[in-house]
């Protein structure tokens, strides 16, 4: 009787704990089942089902895009082979494609069931958003200097790999920690970093336990997501701010933004600062034009004119390993929080993993934002490159397509 009492005691304890948890148990199963081919479409235009998410309003006077509609070319070329403009747009598992011209929206299209109106995942392109938001702290002296050591901000992560490293180094990816970023590896750091999300834990109490580092701070560029976290602990600290609150006071109250977005958050509610924005197609081009005419809105200065041309010029270290290489050897650069595609001209973009592209060509006029729920992303092109190469080739040309349309 007594083993029997003992049984039915641990039962009722599981049972309690199992009730307690039971939210974080369901949605660590959604989030489990977050890339699966027949929910991922929806899943990226759901994310506040998966994850916790706060709102983020929307004020002040919208944005009247301008709409001149023109058609994609039928075909174009990458790197010396005619391909098809439809079928490349279906491989890539598109799901919203808008771009403009001079501030027309010049073509629009939303594809797999979705529309204009869905809140559609940015991944790793709120990385850039937080860039800007860290120029305009830095502008404004509540982050005395990019040099800083993060931890002047950031106390929690004294003793941690980010002790001493200096803000610049942070904003390069060139912080020095080693960290697995393989999205495919259920092992990897990024994905415990997921798991933290998806369980309720803390993603600053995740960052504080990293102790390892792979090289000294500085030396070399490697992708690293938790960086972008730490650059919000530090905002967050420096401004005595949630990002939520300071990206919505700063920028979404400014930008013209048509629609309220939402930021999803750990269950401190502190900012997925790396991957958590959810908005608007035609809202992350907002955002690319507002950085194509150098941080303003009209007259009004929104970022400053200097962080924009400094955090998207290739400024972090040398890659490590010729990582982003590409076939006639040149590389992808980086910024502070911005890609630059190889022998740019002026180009920058923000990319998101499974198909998330702001892409911004100032001497064109050229902006594109471009949604994708694609599945093969981390494979590899029949050149032998990865899908980055194969989308920035496509966005280039329709930059291209674009440069000479004038307004009848």
């Not at 404004?140 to 490293?165: C, F, H, N, W």
């Not at 499974?354 to 934002?369: E, F, M, S």
């Not at 994708?372 to 029949?382: C, G, R, V």
Request: aromatic share 10%; net charge negative.
């Amino acid at each position: 009787m007594g083993f029997i009492k003992i049984g039915l005691a641990l039962l009722v304890i599981l049972g309690i704990i199992l009730a307690l948890n039971w939210n974080n148990i369901q949605r660590l199963i959604r989030v489990k089942s977050l890339f699966d081919a027949d929910k991922i479409v929806h899943n990226f235009s759901n994310m506040d089902g998966l994850l916790y998410a706060d709102p983020l309003p929307r004020s002040g006077e919208e944005h009247i895009w301008p709409v001149a509609l023109s058609p994609l070319p039928e075909t174009y070329l990458d790197r010396g082979n005619e391909k098809n403009t439809q079928a490349m747009l279906k491989e890539l598992s598109t799901t919203a494609l808008v771009v403009v011209k001079d501030g027309n929206i010049v073509f629009e299209d939303y594809y797999k069931g979705t529309s204009k109106d869905d809140l559609r995942i940015s991944w790793s392109m709120s990385k850039s958003f937080v860039s800007a938001l860290t120029g305009l702290a830095l502008s404004r002296g509540d982050i005395e200097s990019i040099d800083d050591p993060v931890t002047k901000y950031a106390q929690s992560l004294k003793g941690s790999v980010y002790d001493g490293v200096s803000l610049r180094d942070v904003m390069n990816m060139a912080s020095g920690i080693d960290f697995n970023e393989d999205y495919l590896d259920p092992k990897s750091d990024i994905n415990k970093m997921g798991t933290v999300l998806a369980v309720g834990g803390s993603l600053d109490k995740f960052a504080a336990k990293q102790k390892n580092n792979a090289r000294p701070a500085g030396e070399a560029w490697a992708y690293c997501s938790i960086d972008t976290h730490v650059i919000s602990m530090v905002l967050r600290a420096a401004t005595d701010m949630t990002l939520q609150e300071y990206f919505v006071k700063n920028l979404w109250s400014k930008i013209g933004a048509s629609a309220d977005a939402k930021y999803s958050t750990d269950s401190e509610g502190n900012a997925f600062a790396l991957g958590g924005l959810n908005m608007r197609t035609r809202d992350y081009a907002l955002f690319g034009e507002l950085f194509r005419n150098e941080g303003k809105r009209g007259d009004v200065q929104i970022i400053p004119t200097e962080w924009v041309r400094a955090s998207t010029a290739p400024n972090a270290p040398p890659m490590i390993d010729g990582h982003n290489m590409t076939e006639d050897g040149s590389e992808f650069g980086y910024g502070y929080q911005w890609w630059v595609p190889p022998n740019a001209d002026g180009e920058y973009y923000a990319v998101g993993v499974y198909g998330q592209y702001i892409y911004v060509n100032p001497k064109a006029g050229i902006v594109i934002a471009k949604n994708a729920a694609h599945l093969d992303f981390m494979e590899a092109d029949e050149k032998g490159e990865g899908y980055m190469a194969q989308n920035i080739t496509l966005l280039r040309a329709f930059a291209e397509h674009y440069s000479d349309w004038e307004l009848h």
